[in-house]
C-alpha cells in the first residue's frame, strides 16, 4: 500500500529537525563557547647551585696579636705574622717569648695563645672547629648562638687529651710531651683520654691527663699553685751558670726569667740558667690553667776572682823571719 501524501511531506522534515538538534551543542562548543584563558609561559629550570641556597663557610683568621709570633703554611717556610690573616687546615701559628696572639672562627670561637705556644689548624667549618695544642697554653671562648651549633676541639700534641665543647671557657696547657691540663671558667668541658674515657669538667674545675692514661677525676680549680725550688746553699758561686730545679703541678707552666721551662708528667723541671758577674735576681714562676701562680726568687752572686794562695815560707822565709 503507498505511502499517504501528508507522511512524504513530513519525512524531509523530521529529518532536518533531527540535523538541527544534532548540530546545536556543536555550534555551542564552536561559536559560543568562552575562550579558555592562555596558560602562562613555563619558566625555564633553575640552576642546582641557585636552586640550594650555599651557607657562607666560616674561616679561622689571626684576629690580633703582640709581639713575635710566625706562621707556617703547611711544610712552607715561617713567615711574620699579619693581622686578619686567614688560617686553613695544615697552617701552624707560634708566639715566642712574651708574646700573644687571638685566632677568631666567626662568631663562635675566640682562641688566645700565649707565650712561647705553638698551635696548628686541623679542621674548620660551620659546624665544627678543630685545632692542636703542640705545646704551651691556650684559652678558649665558645659562644652558642640561636639555631646555630658549633663544636670546638683543641687536642694536645704527643698525648692523647682531647677538650671540646659548644659553649664555655676553658684553658688548656700542654708541657709537650702530652701532659695536659684543662681547667673550665665558664660551661662544660668533655676532656678525652686514652681509650676514648672521658670526663665532664664543669666550671671552676681541672682534670689532668698524662700520656697513656685517662683523665684524672676532676677537682676544684686551685686558688693557689705548688711551687718547691732547690736552691743553691752557697752564698757565692764560683761559676757563671746555676742549675735552677724544681717542682710544681702537673700541667703548669713554668717561667724562669721570662724563659718556659719544660715540666715532666710529674711537674719537675730543670734549667741551667746564665749568671753574670756580681748580684743577680733569678725568677721562677708557675702558673697554672685556673690562672693562678707563685712566684720564688733568689739573689745569687757570682764571684770568679782567681783565688792566689801562698805558703807560709813563700812570705816569711824558711826560718819564719823577715821576707827576703
Request: neutral net charge.
Amino acid at each position: 500500500m503507498a505511502a499517504s501524501p501528508t507522511r512524504k511531506r513530513q519525512a524531509p522534515f523530521l529529518v532536518g529537525l533531527v540535523l538541527i538538534l544534532a548540530a546545536l551543542p556543536v555550534g555551542w562548543f564552536v561559536f559560543l563557547r568562552e575562550t579558555p584563558a592562555p596558560l602562562p609561559p613555563t619558566a625555564p629550570p633553575r640552576a642546582t647551585t641557585a636552586a640550594v641556597e650555599q651557607k657562607k663557610a666560616v674561616e679561622m683568621v689571626l684576629s690580633s696579636f703582640d709581639g713575635t709570633v710566625e706562621v707556617r703554611h703547611g711544610e712552607g717556610a715561617w713567615e711574620p705574622a699579619q693581622k686578619n690573616m686567614p688560617l686553613r687546615p695544615t697552617d701552624v701559628v707560634r708566639t715566642g717569648r712574651g708574646s700573644w696572639a687571638v685566632l677568631l672562627n666567626g662568631e663562635s670561637v675566640e682562641l688566645r695563645m700565649e707565650p712561647d705556644s705553638e698551635i696548628s689548624v686541623e679542621e674548620i667549618s660551620n659546624e665544627l672547629s678543630k685545632v692542636m695544642l703542640a705545646s704551651g697554653l691556650a684559652t678558649a671562648t665558645v659562644r652558642g648562638r640561636p639555631n646555630v651549633r658549633h663544636t670546638f676541639i683543641l687536642k694536645a700534641k704527643n698525648g692523647d687529651a682531647e677538650a671540646s665543647t659548644s659553649q664555655g671557657t676553658f684553658t688548656m696547657s700542654n708541657n709537650g710531651a702530652g701532659t695536659v691540663s684543662v681547667g673550665t671558667r665558664e660551661g662544660d668541658v668533655k676532656l678525652t683520654g686514652k681509650e676514648g674515657k672521658y670526663v665532664i669538667v664543669r666550671a671552676g674545675q681541672r682534670s689532668i691527663v698524662r700520656p697513656g692514661h685517662a683523665p684524672t677525676e676532676p677537682d676544684p680549680i686551685p686558688s693557689t699553685v705548688f711551687l718547691k725550688m732547690e736552691w743553691p746553699k752557697a752564698k757565692k758561686l764560683r761559676q757563671r751558670e746555676v742549675t735552677v730545679v724544681g717542682h710544681t703541678d702537673p700541667g703548669s707552666r713554668v717561667i724562669v726569667d721570662d724563659v718556659i721551662v719544660p715540666t715532666d708528667a710529674d711537674g719537675g723541671f730543670t734549667l741551667n740558667v746564665p749568671l753574670n758577674e756580681g748580684s743577680n735576681t733569678v725568677q721562677v714562676r708557675a702558673v697554672g690553667v685556673g690562672g693562678a701562680h707563685l712566684d720564688s726568687q733568689r739573689e745569687l752572686v757570682v764571684d770568679t776572682t782567681p783565688v792566689i794562695k801562698f805558703r807560709p815560707e813563700e812570705i816569711w822565709g824558711p826560718d819564719g823571719g823577715t821576707p827576703p
